[in-house]
Nanobody
Framework: QVQLVESGGGLVETGASLRLSCAASGFSFSNYAINWYRQGAGKERESVAGISSLGNNTMYADAVKGRFTISRDNARNMVYLQMDNLKPEDTAMYFC?????????WGQGTQVTVSS
């Protein structure tokens, strides 16, 4: 079965950096685009970044452009989200996502908290 396991979250100060990781299994990883989403307290889940199956195309939400970088390692079935210059508004639970066999699949999430 599809498994997505996020890690790397934590409590940091404004301006700090974090790198989130997503370990994937249960599907042909290198054939699928992967996305990062986030959900703050009392807010709707929103797309943060996405990367194509081969890693040659990426997309970012306007709120994170220039600060976040998504990447992947198809040999290791891993996706990363490098987050620099973090702001309090980046505080949220961050989720890894794949749309596989006509179904959405989510990880359990990793919490990122940015103090002001």
């Amino acid at each position: 079965q599809v498994q997505l396991v996020e890690s790397g979250g934590g409590l940091v100060e404004t301006g700090a950096s974090l790198r989130l990781s997503c370990a994937a299994s249960g599907f042909s990883f290198s054939n699928y685009a992967i996305n990062w989403y986030r959900q703050g307290a009392g807010k709707e889940r929103e797309s943060v970044a996405g990367i194509s199956s081969l890693g040659n195309n990426t997309m970012y939400a306007d709120a994170v452009k220039g600060r976040f970088t998504i990447s992947r390692d198809n040999a290791r079935n891993m996706v990363y989200l490098q987050m620099d210059n973090l702001k309090p508004e980046d505080t949220a639970m961050y989720f890894c996502y794949v749309y596989y066999r006509a179904s959405p699949h989510w990880g359990q999430g990793t919490q990122v908290t940015v103090s002001s």
